[in-house]
């Protein structure tokens, strides 16, 4: 009796022991199967973030893939634990395996499928379009009406300073230039060009030549009011005409510089122009439409500055929103940028003074 | 800053009696919210413009207080109903004895 009795025990004992195996056997089967679900969802889920994500290089974005399989699998681990299940050790050597497998897969994964972010060629012709269509409707009548647009305040007090006489010599833009409405129609559509010394020079660095030059007065400060005032009147006369840069022998070595810069990346997030303003022009950025960067309505009056600014602070903007020391005001590099970005809108029409997001 | 500045006045020049006006007003003003820093950490003092008046005919029709969450360039749109020819007078005034004063006629028929 006491043997059966402990034969039967041992049976049973040796039954639950294989119940329990299968038990474990089948859990850690789920559990890798879960294991396996979540890492290939991830990896989709991660894949079509490289593939939206285009902002980024191919080997930057291999290098963050490797870093961020590695959380996805911390995660994996993170819910086994939660679930506590018996042959711990065992669940641990297979998840760990596991890791190493699916690390492998990934990588391998990461190599070859093809995450080309789209390239496309810069827009050119027709296809280029000033970034006055992908504002709202609301902006755009800002910019269209001169009684809502408030850079018609500056163009206003342009209008006075073209008149008033200053610096040593006595003379206003007015008394060399005349009625602006005549003499600067489609002045603006022409900078940034060369002087008689050879000087790359914008709009801006134009009238404080004239200023120090005719007029013997201190130049305007970068950004200052009255000089905005003036390029917002002057660039004004030109509204509606097409810009007229073209490549000369003269300017051929900044054009090609300001073009290397266009296409240099710069700043810790490595961007070049090109890539978001070339490339991925139409596209959205933080949910902003990234526009083709045509240089057609400066000065402009931003919203976000609250004012009216110049090409020049647009492009320190840039420059500071890719992590990059921005270039001096009047730089060289600037204005050779300015060149090549004129040049790129070439018969585009002008819009100044524009409104802008 | 200056003590007045440009000021734009949008609005119908007739009008027939009763007819809902909408007039559109928008002056040039920097609106310095006084929260803001130079680079070298001081304080922008605040100078905006505080209140904005329309009376027409010597009645004041329309009254807004601006506070420091405007923005430049203040933009004003409202209605009034035409009730008489005569004058509207749109009144600015803020902080540093900022002041700005324009008129607009308008002949109800």
Redesign the interface.
Known sequence: MSRSSQTLQSNEKLQRNEMLQRNEMLQSNEMLQRNEMLQSNEMLQRNEMLQRNEMLQRNEMLQRNVISQGNVISQGNVTLRDNPRPGGSQTVLSCLLQKRLSLAILFLLAIFLPFHAPSHADPVGAERQSSYVLMSPDTKAMQDDP??N?A??AV??GQVLWQEIAGKKNQSCASCHGDATVSMKGVAASFPKLNAAGQLLNLTGRINQCRTEQQSATPFAFESKPLLAISAFVANQSKGMPITVERTPANEAALASGQRLFNQRMGQLNLSCAQCHAERAGQKLAGNPIPQAHPTAYPIYR?EW??VGSLERRLRNCLVGVRAEPFAFGSTELLELELFLAWRARAMLLESPGVRP | MSKTSRTIVTMPATAKKGEILEIRIIVQHDMESGFRHTETGQRIPRDIIRDFRCTYNGVEVFRVELHPAMGANPLIVFTTTATESGTLEFKWSGDNGYASSTTSTLTVT
Do not use: C, I, R, S
């Open positions: 009684l809502l408030p018609t305040f206003l007090d919203l609250q004012a």
